[in-house]
């Protein structure tokens, strides 16, 4: 194929700034690349088809073979890679209508690009019908970073009253690498872009259409061509290092004597494609009852998944779904007598329709999610991608999606699910929150749906939402949908742990209604404070209010869920702290004193905070950060907030450190660990500030 170089021009991408463009240091790159190939295809969907197949090949091919079709770079490769193989992945679909458009940009009429231009030539050019699944049009850059960066796209479209066949190739290199191999086009400066096809001018192609060419191409990956009606796409993406894939940004499980635990897989790259398309496809995977276009069938080395096959933590997560779609038809839940709730999320004022959605959840045991043996699956979290952040509770998981039902994310800390009580490890709270899309936005200066405004809000890499802003609008859409959702399911399960727990939570509740609250000045001795019953007094002065919000603490079998707030109106916090001490039947003692002078293990800790920055000098900025177990400090705003740590390693306070004076509003959530209930914990609160 002959080779077009990508010249130097005013407001151009070079090849190392497109890498970066949407560089998520977070998720996975292959779980990165399933989540955009099979968006994409289900995206292309033909007609009114049941079913979208999308089919993952990985094998090899013969490198010396493929080098001599690329143009100006054959020397380049076959110096770099001198071994006769190495190793493939591609992506292929039918029952999809392939990269249909032009071939070439001059005859582009009203801006209508279509698939095969924006694809292969664009950047920045998504899809454009409501309810597709982006609206950055930068997923694509993923492919480059699954090899080299050389990607190949072969497809063939129905064309009139015939079919035709389209082969082109992109390369995507960081210009300034020693290895760049993308020659310089008339002594330009390189831009570390090219693309292979048909020569239609100088430094000029289009997709190459020869048929035999075509074929005759394929089969260096040993990959058939389309024949009779069938219509779609391959993508093919050569020399992957597959180790580097399975380890891209793997998060790190340890079992109970501190050995890494590595899930089955993350050893072979078949493996991983299949989990990665369950954990964000479960609702559309196999799922006859999906209404909102095709459902999807998944294909690996041309194994075929079936429902049966599907691991039973996604299982769950489809029938959680269908039945936040209120679809009655049996699922892998039916009979197991566990009790599904379905609940509306409700928003006033800002949509036509006060239901922003429906979340369902339920809470399952480890046997459902084949835990046990025969089967001795993993926890769910490993299957959902999350850290597992507690050794002796678990905590919710909560993941959302919209119409195209890919799921954006599955939270288990966060505003999603922050104030969800946490379960034994026998048991797991799931939810999924499905966003009513059909309903619009009211007052809005735009007028549109509320799935077009989610579908904004999603990140250029889908993987939250966050609220935005339309000029002085800004109807805090998520951050509702997420209060609501927390309510709901906090509600309906702390209503039943009442009664499965009332010993325990009458143990830790009369425990802790005695806590003590002493106001006290930064820098002196704690004051002696007055015992406050079930409502302590808050810390007061000259306008800074620390206090315990007792009407929210939360009592778990070990540990209690403590929410504290910190408000400062007419003075400026430099500096604040708020400490645990130890109030016994003797008298009060600080953590340290406990430690070192008594020699006893401490009888309660912090385990990890939420901070809440609700405002800062008066602006409203509702931001939420967590010091996690594992974590020593965090910082909002420029606001440092630093466990205070014993020698032993116990949190027995935080501090939080001002580069100025500020007027502040913020909210903790404590996780405080109980190990005895024979003394009371003691909050003591120091500070220091100047005047507003």
């Keep these: 194929m002959n080779i077009e170089i990508a010249e130097p021009g005013r407001m151009t991408q070079t090849g190392s700034s497109l890498l ?44 010396n073979r493929l080098s001599r079709e690329f143009e100006g770079i054959t020397d380049s490769l076959q110096k ?6 190495y190793r493939y992945i591609a992506v ?22 279509g698939n095969l231009l924006k694809l292969i030539y664009e950047i920045c050019k998504p899809q454009e019908a409501e309810g597709a699944g982006g609206s950055w049009g ?3 850059t993923v492919y480059f970073r699954i090899g080299i960066g050389l990607v190949i796209y072969y497809s063939r479209i129905k064309n009139g009253s015939g079919y035709a066949s389209r082969l082109a190739a992109s390369y995507v290199e960081d210009e300034t690498a020693e290895n760049a191999m993308v020659p310089v086009y008339q002594e330009q400066s390189s831009r570390g872009i090219a693309w292979w096809g048909e020569k239609t001018g100088e430094n000029l192609t289009q997709p190459v259409t020869d048929e035999n060419y075509i074929d005759s191409f394929l089969r260096i990956f040993g990959i058939d061509p389309y024949t009779d009606e069938d219509t779609g796409t391959t993508i093919i993406i050569p020399y992957i290092d597959q180790n580097m894939l399975l380890s891209n940004n793997q998060i790190e499980y340890l079992d109970g004597k501190g050995q890494e635990v590595v899930p089955y897989w993350c050893n072979d790259l078949e493996s991983y494609v299949s989990i990665a398309a369950q954990r964000w496809y479960a609702p559309r ?87 046990g043996a025969p089967l001795n699956k993993p926890e769910p979290y490993m299957y959902y991608n999350c850290e597992i ?24 800390v966060g505003p999603w699910a922050s104030n969800i009580s946490a ?20 007052n809005s200066p735009t007028d549109r749906s509320l799935e077009e405004y989610v579908r904004k809000c999603e990140m250029a890499d889908h993987t939250s939402w966050s609220d935005w802003s339309e000029g002085t609008y800004n109807p805090r859409i998520i951050t509702k949908i997420q209060n609501g959702v927390n309510r709901v399911i906090s509600k309906a399960f702390t209503a039943t742990e009442e009664v499965n727990e009332k010993k325990s939570k009458s143990s830790l509740g009369k425990l802790f209604g005695e806590m003590l609250l002493p106001p006290d000045g930064f820098g002196k001795s ?76 401490v009888p309660f800790a912090i385990r990890d905070c939420r901070i809440d920055l609700n405002s800062l000098d008066g602006q409203m900025l509702n931001m939420s950060e967590t010091i996690q177990s594992n974590e020593s400090e965090i910082s909002i705003q420029g606001i440092r907030f630093r466990k205070m740590i014993t020698k032993s390693g116990t949190c027995k306070g935080i501090q939080a450190l001002f580069e100025e004076g500020h007027s502040a509003s913020f909210r903790f959530m404590l996780t405080l660990d109980v190990y005895r209930k024979d003394v009371k914990p003691v909050f003591t609160f120091e500070k220091e500030g100047v005047d507003g």
């Excluded at 790159?29 to 099979?38: G, K």
């Excluded at 994409?40 to 999308?54: P, Q």
């Excluded at 002796?392 to 890919?406: E, F, G, L, Q, V």
């Excluded at 079998?557 to 408000?567: D, R």
């Design 423 to 442: 379960t034994s490890k026998n048991e797991y709270i799931i939810g999924v929150y499905v966003l009513n899309s059909w309903n619009r936005m009211k």
């Design 389 to 412: 952040r507690d050794e002796d509770i678990n905590k919710p998981t909560i993941c959302y999606t919209r119409s195209p039902a890919m799921i954006v994310a599955y939270e288990n």
């Design 285 to 371: 995977l196999n799922n006859i009852h999906y209404t909102n276009g095709a459902f999807l069938r998944l294909i690996i080395n041309g194994n075929g998944l079936a429902m049966d096959s599907m691991e039973p933590a996604f299982r769950v997560i489809q029938s959680l779904y269908n039945r936040a779609n209120y679809i009655q038809e049996e699922d892998y839940l039916s009979g197991t007598e566990l009790e599904v709730r379905v609940d509306p999320i409700k928003i006033n004022k800002y949509l036509n329709e006060t239901t922003s959605g429906v979340v369902a959840y339920t809470k399952v045991p480890r046997e459902i999610m084949g835990m």
């Design 20 to 63: 970066k463009l949407i560089q998520n240091n977070d998720m996975p790159v292959l779980d990165l690349f399933v989540r955009e190939s099979i968006q994409n295809s289900l995206d292309a969907r033909m007609g009114n088809t049941k079913y979208v197949e999308v089919n993952y090949l990985t094998g090899e091919f013969d490198s």
């Design 138 to 140: 930068l997923g694509k």
């Design 526 to 601: 704690p004051g002696a404070g007055e015992k406050g019953g079930e409502n302590p007094p808050p810390a007061i002065k000259k306008g800074i209010v620390f206090r315990v919000d007792s009407a929210r603490i939360k009592y778990l079998s070990n540990s209690i869920l403590v929410p504290l707030v910190l408000e400062s109106t007419r003075k400026k916090i430099t500096q604040a702290k708020f400490e645990l001490q130890v109030d016994s039947e003797a008298k009060r003692m600080t953590i340290n004193e406990w430690e070192d002078k008594m020699n006893l293990s």
């Design 92 to 113: 292929r679909d039918s029952k999809t209508v392939g990269l249909t458009g032009e071939l070439d940009y001059k005859k582009v009429k009203d801006g209508n690009y």
């Design 80 to 85: 770099r890679f001198r071994d006769s193989s």
